[in-house]
């Protein structure tokens, strides 16, 4: 089987779960790794160092900046004439649009936030969360090539094999456009939640009080502070509640849920969030949940392995000097 | 400006929804607009009073999609329509593009098509740019703010790396995301207009088209495993205690 993988990439920075696909893409057989843009030769080495067969480099100025027509353009073009069984993609905003029109073209179906991909005789079965997580089903695509774009984290990373190399070949950009980038307000600290293998999230109880005064708004930066503290000390990643968002003490990007991100982290702290179902279907995959909340009757109580029931503001502190001596910080 | 709000009816969030005999069932559980929609009606009303314009809600679905339009309509939207036909089970979002597409055309075209971010059921996240590709217009996914002048339409769209500004002549497709702003509630008014609306229901054979065939089909519907819920409550005398201990048995489950 032949398998396009693409991979997916903000200003040359990949997003990790290309790699995630990748590895999938070599257990089916040969694997040809899409990367384009302008001025990203170097991610083309990754790739073969990640696996790759091949590289299909489309290094084009006209697509410094991701734009979904251009970018489905040149990838259905690719796919018209190699024609790949297959074509791999990690979920992100970008590659939903990018795998959505280009299968437009191919007049093919794409499953998305596939977290399973199985071979079944000539059929490609793809496990995916519906019915936000409540519900699995197994979906499969009859035309091909099969585009599918995988959940982060749900497969393993393969590892890199230094100065691996590969057949190297360029393709032409389709840069037609009817969109036009006109700049970027890049968050400070980019959060990376969907790849994030530890998150520590704050919700409205990061104030004490839920009605918002100058006061409160103070003690909400602090219990934020907080949360940031113990995340940085393991390595991890600042979420949210839609709460906390709501009351404008942390951006929409770090909010984890139903209108939010679905994150699937190895270690998820939640302190202050009540545990409502529109936020635990954003969470409960994670494999170890630990919840702080003063009130014992909390519903995110029922999701998490461990619990304290008590103040954040003293449990948060506490934690991250806990944290830093027993892991030499 | 003509706008047109894109929106599908499901399941209420709440719900408990489980695979039962290999179908998905929700209990007595409401159905209600899709609440990535309700951004959706949201911003196509910000636009109309920005602009002086109208909004049509458009759904696909089954009859009892009606109360979904609704309550699009009684948000202020001007007009709804329905797209009903037995022919269009099972559905893709390949299929459901076309048949959108098919509909805004019937509908006489419009200045912007404004999507959810996603359906809460099937929650692919396709539609929108798929549509866009299929009536050849521009896509502005993810919009978290709106900005029409002179027939461009400029938008900050989130994004996993913060915020892009695009922008693309209109007519053009859209999809919003929760920064647009709060869904209004329905006004009392509304309500009442909404009540008495007659909604229009078409057919395939309306809109001029076959059944799209789907390429994209359930094979099985599984429950998710049930996971191990019983919490550990940690305790002590100080926090100092309580973290002390947390920490080991976090750092027991060889989860960092
Ligand atoms: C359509 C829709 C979509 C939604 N999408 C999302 C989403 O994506 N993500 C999301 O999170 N929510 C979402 N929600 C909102 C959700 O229903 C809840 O309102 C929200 O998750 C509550 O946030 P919270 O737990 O922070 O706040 P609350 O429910 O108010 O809980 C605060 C908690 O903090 C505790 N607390 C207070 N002070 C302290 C303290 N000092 N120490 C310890 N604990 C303390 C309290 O005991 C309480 O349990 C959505 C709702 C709807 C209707
Ligand atoms: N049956 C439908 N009728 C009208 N709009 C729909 C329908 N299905 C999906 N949409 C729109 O497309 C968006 C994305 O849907 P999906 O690709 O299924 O996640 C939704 O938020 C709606 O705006």
Redesign the pocket.
């Known amino acids: 089987m032949k398998t396009f993988v693409y991979i997916d990439h903000f200003k040359g920075a990949v997003q990790p779960a290309s790699w995630e696909a990748l590895g999938l893409a070599k257990s089916f057989g040969s694997t040809v790794a899409l990367v384009f843009g302008s001025g990203v030769e170097s991610i083309a080495q990754s790739a073969f160092e990640a696996g790759a067969d091949e590289v299909l480099l489309v290094d084009d100025p006209a697509l410094l900046d991701y734009r979904a027509e251009p970018f489905a353009s040149t990838l259905s073009a690719l796919a018209h004439a190699a024609t790949p069984d297959l074509i791999l993609f990690p979920t992100t905003a970008r590659t939903r649009e990018l795998a959505a029109m280009s299968a437009v073209d191919l007049g093919t179906g794409v499953l998305t936030d596939v977290i399973a991909l199985e071979a079944d005789g000539d059929n490609l079965v793809a496990t995916r969360p519906i019915y936000e997580g409540k519900v699995l089903e197994k979906s499969v695509c009859s035309s091909k090539p099969v585009m599918a774009t995988l959940r982060a984290r749900a497969f393993p990373k393969p590892a890199a094999e230094a100065g691996r190399t590969g057949t190297l070949t360029k393709a032409e950009a389709k840069a037609e456009s009817l969109t036009n980038v006109e700049g970027y307000a890049v968050a400070e600290n980019v959060v990376n939640l969907t790849d994030a293998g530890v998150i520590v999230s ?4 990061v104030s ?1 009080n ?1 009605s918002l005064g100058l006061d409160e708004m103070a003690t909400a930066h602090k219990g934020f502070e907080l949360v940031g503290e113990l995340a940085s000390v393991l390595d991890g990643a600042v979420g ?5 968002v709501d009351a404008g003490y942390i951006p929409y990007s770090n ?6 991100k679905v994150v699937s982290p190895d270690l998820y702290i939640a ?9 635990l279907v ?1 969470m409960r995959n994670a494999k170890l949940i630990v919840a ?4 014992a009757d ?1 519903p ?1 109580f029922t999701q998490a392995r461990y619990g304290v029931v ?4 003293a ?1 948060l502190p506490a934690l991250t000097e806990a944290f830093k001596k027993k892991l030499g910080k | 400006m003509k706008i047109i709000a894109c929106i599908k009816q499901v399941p209420d ?1 709440e719900a408990k929804v489980k695979a039962e005999n290999g179908q998905v069932s929700w209990g007595d559980a409401p159905l209600v607009i899709n ?1 990535f929609d ?1 951004y959706a009606v949201e911003g196509a009303l910000q636009q109309k009073e920005a602009t002086d314009g109208t909004v049509t809600a458009l759904c696909i679905g089954p009859e009892s999609a009606k109360e979904a339009l609704k309550h699009a309509l009684a948000m202020g939207a001007d007009e709804a329509v329905l797209v009903s036909d037995p022919a269009l089970d099972g559905l893709d979002t390949l299929g459901a593009a076309r048949v959108l597409a098919a509909a805004i055309q019937k509908i006489g075209g419009a200045d912007m098509v404004v999507f959810g971010r996603q359906t809460l059921d099937n929650g692919a996240g396709l539609t929108p740019a798929q549509t866009a590709r299929v009536l050849a217009w521009p896509m502005l996914g993810l919009a978290g703010q709106i900005k029409v002048q002179d027939g461009n339409v400029t938008v900050e769209r989130v994004i996993e790396e913060g915020r892009q500004t695009v922008s693309a002549k209109l007519p053009a497709v859209l999809s919003v995301v ?1 920064s647009i702003g709060e869904p209004r509630y329905p006004s009392f008014m509304g309500i009442r207009k909404a009540s008495k609306a007659t909604i229009p229901v078409w057919t395939l054979a309306d809109l001029g088209i076959a059944a799209p065939a789907a390429v994209v089909t359930r094979a099985e519907l599984m429950n998710p495993p049930s996971r191990e819920t019983t919490v550990e409550i940690i305790t002590g005398e100080s926090p100092a205690e309580i973290a002390d201990k947390l920490a080991d048995k976090i750092l027991a489950e060889k989860v960092l």
Do not use: C, M, W, Y
């Open positions: 704050g919700g409205r109880g004490n839920p949210a509640s839609r709460a906390a909010q984890v849920g139903q209108t939010g302190a202050g969030i009540s545990g409502a179902i529109q936020h954003g702080i909340n003063k009130d909390a995110i008590g103040d954040l503001f449990i | 969030s609440p309700e929760q």
